[in-house]
T-cell receptor, first 114, second 114 residues
């Protein structure tokens, strides 16, 4: 089962507001990825993080790889209606038999009111 | 560039019938993953291949599920016999390289077993 705790589960915001969501785990991760899924489509990669402390931006999106390697956050600035969707964090766990496998969070459902 | 291509996009069939889902990974990608997504359980990894060889099938729920990858550009996921509880969205994803590269998802097959 999933071993990433993603929060919040859902967010209802007004257009123009900033959004913040995060993922935590008791395990160490080698990579953190953030995906967005829209209805009827597969998850689309937004940002990939490979080093502890790394801060990466993609337009209005910013994500960070936590120093402890056990957490990551995603911020969306100045939200717009097309930001609506489900945002998933995912990561590759360090060591063990998890090579190549991604662990996913439960997802954050984002609703943006115009 | 063509992304991961899945077919069919939708499948509705009666319980007991055989179901075959198809996936064409991104050209040059050497990892292929099959996932199942439901509201209750989120995204679950079923099986993944590296260079056409199954590496980990521990997520395959039962012997009714089987997956093959006869060549680098094609994979199938088969359910026989199908049951109503198999109803879900099935995603295929692919990635390139040896270590912790992001996975790219297809748009999924929405499967309904009546």
């Amino acid at each position: 089962g999933q071993q990433l705790n993603q929060s919040p589960q859902s967010m209802f915001i007004q257009e123009g507001e900033d959004v913040s969501m995060n993922c935590t785990s008791s395990s160490i991760f080698n990579t953190w990825l953030w995906y967005k899924q829209e209805p009827g489509e597969g998850p689309v990669l937004l940002i990939a993080l490979y080093k502890a402390g790394e801060l990466t931006s993609n337009g209005r999106l910013t994500a960070q790889f936590g120093i402890t390697r056990k957490d990551s956050f995603l911020n969306i600035s100045a939200s717009i209606p097309s930001d609506v969707g489900i945002y998933f964090c995912a990561g590759h766990k360090a060591g063990g038999t998890s090579y190549g496998k991604l662990t996913f969070g439960q997802g954050t459902i984002l609703t943006v009111h115009p | 560039d063509a992304g991961v291509i899945q077919s069919p996009r939708h499948e509705v069939t009666e319980m007991g019938q055989e179901v075959t889902l198809r996936c064409k990974p991104i050209s040059g990608h050497d990892y292929l993953f099959w996932y199942r997504q439901t509201m209750m359980r989120g995204l679950e990894l079923l099986i993944y291949f590296n260079n056409n060889v199954p590496i980990d099938d521990s997520g395959m729920p039962e012997d009714r599920f089987s997956a093959k990858m006869p060549n680098a550009s094609f994979s199938t996921l088969k359910i026989q016999p199908s049951e109503p509880r198999d109803s879900a969205v099935y995603f295929c994803a692919s990635s390139f390289g040896t270590f912790h590269q992001p996975q790219h998802f297809g748009d999924g097959t929405r499967l309904s077993i009546l």
